[in-house]
């Protein structure tokens, strides 16, 4: 079984300041890993994945994540905010085998505020 | 040029009811998917059918049933509505149901059950 854990529903941060959101997995199998981001009233967007390969993975928009085999981590990162970057981010897990096979697995998502 | 399209964006409906919501996708994806987004904006797949097949369907009442007429297009049909149908629906399409999965959504159909 796989599913994904996301810590804290809500982070607020100033313009400019860093972004850490923060995502957890479970999954028995190795795992595709995938943040997307919902602007209001929109459907999703890919900002970036992990399916094999380099453990830092960058994305749109400036946005950054590092796979965490040993932490089962893949918390999404920015240096710099901006204001538009408020948005809900989720993130999400696959894979390509077993009954898991095309099935992705969401967060319950992050709302970014960010403040001038 | 929209990549997967809904359509309606917004439908306000009694209980009882019967409504379809329809996705079409010009990205020439083998692969479609319908995703529920409730009031807590968690997001739960509900169906995915690959090249016109069922291959993914969750544990969803049958009054949803999807259909599949060509790769391109994946509508859902909801009979006898009820207020717990109230949320938004998205559909999505990748190119394969495994490897790496990239899915891209469209814009989301508010549905309102009253």
């Known amino acids: 079984a796989q599913s994904v854990t996301q810590l804290g529903s809500h982070v607020s941060v100033s313009e400019g300041a860093l972004v850490l959101l923060r995502c957890n997995y479970s999954?028995?199998?190795?795992?595709?890993l995938f943040w997307y981001v919902q602007y209001p009233n929109q459907g999703l967007q890919l900002l970036l994945k992990?399916?094999?390969?380099?453990?830092l993975v960058k994305g749109i928009n400036g946005f950054e994540a590092e796979f965490k085999k040993s932490e089962t981590s893949f918390h999404l990162t920015k240096p710099s905010a901006h204001m538009s970057d408020a948005a809900e981010y989720f993130c999400?897990?696959?894979?390509?085998?077993?009954?898991?096979?095309?099935?992705?697995?969401f967060g319950r998502g992050t709302q970014l505020t960010v403040w001038p | 040029d929209t990549a997967v399209s809904q359509t309606p964006k917004y439908l306000v409906t009694q209980m009882g009811n019967d409504k379809s919501i329809k996705c079409e996708q010009n990205?020439?994806?083998?692969?479609m998917y319908w995703y529920k987004q409730d009031s807590k904006k968690f997001l739960k797949i509900m169906f995915s059918?690959?090249?016109?097949?069922?291959?993914i369907n969750e544990t969803v009442p049958n009054r949803f049933s999807p259909k599949s007429p060509d790769k391109a297009h994946l509508n859902l049909h909801i009979n006898s509505l009820e207020l717990g149908d109230s949320a938004v629906y998205f559909c999505?399409?990748?190119?394969?149901?495994?490897?790496?999965?990239?899915?891209?959504f469209g814009p989301g159909t508010r549905l309102t059950v009253l």
């Open positions: 992990y399916t094999t390969g380099a453990t």
């Open positions: 999400a897990v696959t894979s390509d085998r077993g009954s898991t096979l095309g099935r992705l697995y």
């Open positions: 999505a399409s990748s190119q394969g149901a495994g490897l790496s999965n990239e899915q891209f």
């Open positions: 999954s028995s199998v190795p795992p595709y």
């Open positions: 990205l020439g994806h083998d692969t």
């Open positions: 059918y690959n090249n016109k097949e069922l291959i």
